[in-house]
């Protein structure tokens, strides 16, 4: 058996800055509604005929930078996102081609804003078992392309941008007790109709908009996460008290903050970019570990719990240590 270790990250925003005040001017909104309710102040937001696999090929050359390593060392490429460039072929296809990676797999991995906690978990079962040695793990997301921008109540709350991961499989009695310890991932199909896409290629045959029931959502949220958070913790074999750093998936500060007031964690150890990226989705983990990586925050020996939930509802947790 092998450990899936983190070699190194990287992330990706577009150019184009839309703060609150920006939005003010387009939307029936304030920039005091959005940041009291959400805690976002900002969001970056792609050019146009920049796709995801862009975002998504940037955060991957800037994550095997960081990891010294070079695109055809890598045999596996996973892509959370839930807005690809195309129906098909997957993003990840695209962004094998664009990086020059040409062997090994690629495949798209969709479960929304925990896409890239189920990415990651999928990513270390290929890895344990032996059959992929160095995987990127990839959160791209363009969700400005399916939001209603006239619809105030959802089109405030996402952003632009993309996050990678550099894996690599070490066998366990070398890998020093690091790497992704544990997972736990969930799933409540019933409750599909709080956040969707209205439109779909069997469905509609358009790409649709972005419908949320948000404070519907919102109620479910802290309860999962936690749950999830406890249960990873409980397979991994640490207490919260461990960890060094607490990086969620950024929808709402308000959510974060619950989560941190439910398990008692430290405020000091949350990593929270919401109020520059706002929410993007599965890139928003990736992302922020990526910033407080490259500001001296997270660093070798730390022990990291990341986690999510968004459309399916889906959420979970993972347990890594650096
Ligand atoms: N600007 C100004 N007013 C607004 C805006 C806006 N952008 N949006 C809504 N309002 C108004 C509403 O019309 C409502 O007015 P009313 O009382 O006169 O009817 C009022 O503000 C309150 O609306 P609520 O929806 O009750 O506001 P709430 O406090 O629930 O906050 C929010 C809304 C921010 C969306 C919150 O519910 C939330 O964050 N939910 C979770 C969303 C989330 O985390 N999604 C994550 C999953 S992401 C993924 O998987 C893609």
């Not at 060392?73 to 990676?101: E, H, N, W, Y």
């Not at 290929?126 to 105030?152: C, N, P």
């Not at 948000?214 to 990873?232: H, L, P, Q, T, Y």
Request: net charge negative; glycine share 12%; hydrophobic share 45%.
């Amino acid at each position: 058996p092998f450990r899936a270790i983190v070699r190194g990250c990287g992330g990706a925003l577009p150019d184009r800055v839309v703060t609150n005040a920006d939005m003010a001017k387009f939307v029936d909104t304030s920039d005091e509604w959005i940041t009291e309710r959400t805690g976002i102040r900002q969001r970056h937001i792609a050019a146009e005929g920049q796709y995801t696999s862009d975002l998504g090929t940037e955060a991957a050359k800037a994550a095997l930078a960081d990891a010294g390593m070079k695109a055809e060392d890598i045999d596996l490429i996973i892509v959370a996102t839930a807005t690809p460039d195309m129906t098909f072929p997957a993003t990840a296809s695209i962004i094998q081609r664009k990086l020059g990676a040409g062997a090994g797999a690629a495949f798209d991995l969709q479960a929304v804003c925990t896409g890239f906690v189920y990415a990651m978990a999928t990513a270390e079962k290929f890895l344990a078992s032996g059959q992929h040695k160095r995987a990127l793990v990839i959160g791209a997301e363009t969700f400005s392309r399916i939001l209603d921008w006239e619809d105030r109540t959802t089109c405030v709350l996402f952003g632009d941008g993309a996050g990678a991961f550099v894996l690599e499989a070490v066998p366990t009695e070398d890998a020093g007790g690091k790497g992704i310890l544990a997972s736990h991932l969930r799933c409540d199909g019933s409750l599909t109709d709080l956040l969707f896409v209205d439109g779909g290629p069997s469905m509609t045959g358009t790409v649709g908009h972005l419908r949320m029931q948000g404070n519907k959502v919102f109620r479910e949220a802290v309860g999962r996460i936690s749950d999830a958070m406890v249960e990873a913790a409980e397979a991994a074999s640490i207490t919260m008290d461990e960890v060094d750093w607490f990086v969620p998936h950024q929808a709402n500060q308000r959510i974060i903050g619950g989560v941190v007031k439910k398990l008692g964690l430290d405020e000091s150890k949350v990593v929270s970019t919401i109020a520059r990226h706002g929410n993007t989705s599965a890139a928003s983990i990736p992302l922020a570990w990526s910033v407080a990586k490259a500001d001296g925050r997270i660093k070798d020996g730390d022990l990291v719990i990341i986690e999510g939930m968004g459309g399916g509802l889906t959420w979970g947790a993972a347990v890594i240590q650096l």
